[in-house]
C-alpha cells in the first residue's frame, strides 16, 4: 500500500512569489491534513480536509490555503511568500475525520524562500 | 489552550543504554489523546503510540515502553538497549478529543543521538 506522497519534495522560491504543494493521501483515506515544521515554531497545524471541506485551520495568515479535491488529494497554497516561510510542509492522512487513531505523514516539502 | 513540553531537547546516549523521553502536557479538556511520533532524517513522521486520557495503563512494545501519568501530566517514553537506529527527533503530541486525533499539537521535540 503506497504511503502519503507529497510533491514537490524540494522547491526555491523568492520573496513575493506563490507555491502550490501536493498530498496524494493513502488510498481509502478521506481525511487530510497539513502541517508546517520550522525549526523556530516546530510542527504547527495548519489545516484540516475533509469531503472537500475545510474543519479546522490552525493560526495562520489568510496567504495560506487549501483545499481538497473528490478524490481526497489534497493541495495547499501559499502566496506572496515571505522569508518565514521557509519551511518542512507536512501532510497527513486518516482513514476518516472521526478516525481517533494515528495520522500517517508524507515526507513533506520542504520550501526556501530567498 | 493546550500545550505540549519536550524540556530534552538533546540527548546523546551509548548504544545498548536505556534512555528515558520526558513529555509534560497541559489541557483543559478531560478526554483527550496523546502520541508519540518519531522523525528520522528522511523528514517523515512514524507512528509510535496513542493513549486516550482515560487509559493510564503502561505500555510495552518491544524495547519501547510509555509510562502515562495523569496526576503529574505526564507521557513518557523509555527506550530500552537503545541501538543507533533509534537516532532520530520524537516528537510528543497531544489532541482534544472533540478534534478526534486531529489538529495535533506538537512538543518540540527531542533529538536523540545513539552513538555505536
Known amino acids: 500500500k503506497a504511503g502519503v506522497t507529497q510533491t514537490p519534495r524540494y522547491l526555491i522560491k523568492t520573496r513575493g512569489q506563490q507555491v502550490t504543494l501536493s498530498c496524494s493521501p493513502i488510498s481509502g483515506h478521506r481525511s487530510v491534513s497539513w502541517y508546517q515544521q520550522t525549526p523556530g515554531q516546530g510542527l504547527q497545524f495548519l489545516f484540516e480536509y475533509f469531503s472537500e471541506t475545510q474543519r479546522n485551520k490552525g493560526n495562520f495568515p489568510g496567504r495560506f490555503s487549501g483545499r481538497q479535491f473528490s478524490n481526497s488529494r489534497s493541495e495547499m497554497n501559499v502566496s506572496t511568500l515571505e522569508l518565514g516561510d521557509s519551511a518542512l510542509y507536512l501532510c497527513a492522512s486518516k482513514q476518516d475525520v472521526a478516525y481517533t487513531g494515528e495520522l500517517f505523514f508524507g515526507e513533506g516539502s520542504r520550501l526556501t524562500v530567498l | 489552550a493546550q500545550k505540549v513540553t519536550q524540556a530534552q531537547t538533546e540527548i546523546s546516549v551509548v548504544e545498548k543504554e536505556d534512555v528515558t523521553l520526558d513529555c509534560v502536557y497541559e489541557t483543559r479538556d478531560t478526554t483527550y489523546y496523546l502520541f508519540w511520533y518519531k522523525q528520522p532524517p528522511s523528514g517523515e513522521l512514524v507512528f509510535l503510540i496513542r493513549?486516550?486520557?482515560?487509559?493510564?495503563q503502561n505500555e510495552i512494545s518491544g524495547r519501547y515502553s510509555w509510562n502515562f501519568q495523569k496526576s503529574t501530566s505526564s507521557f513518557n517514553f523509555t527506550i530500552t538497549a537503545s541501538q543507533v537506529v533509534d537516532s532520530a527527533v520524537y516528537f510528543c503530541a497531544l489532541s482534544e478529543a472533540r478534534n478526534a486525533g486531529n489538529m495535533l499539537t506538537f512538543g518540540g521535540g527531542t533529538r536523540l543521538m545513539v552513538k555505536p
Open positions: 493513549r486516550n486520557s482515560f487509559d493510564e
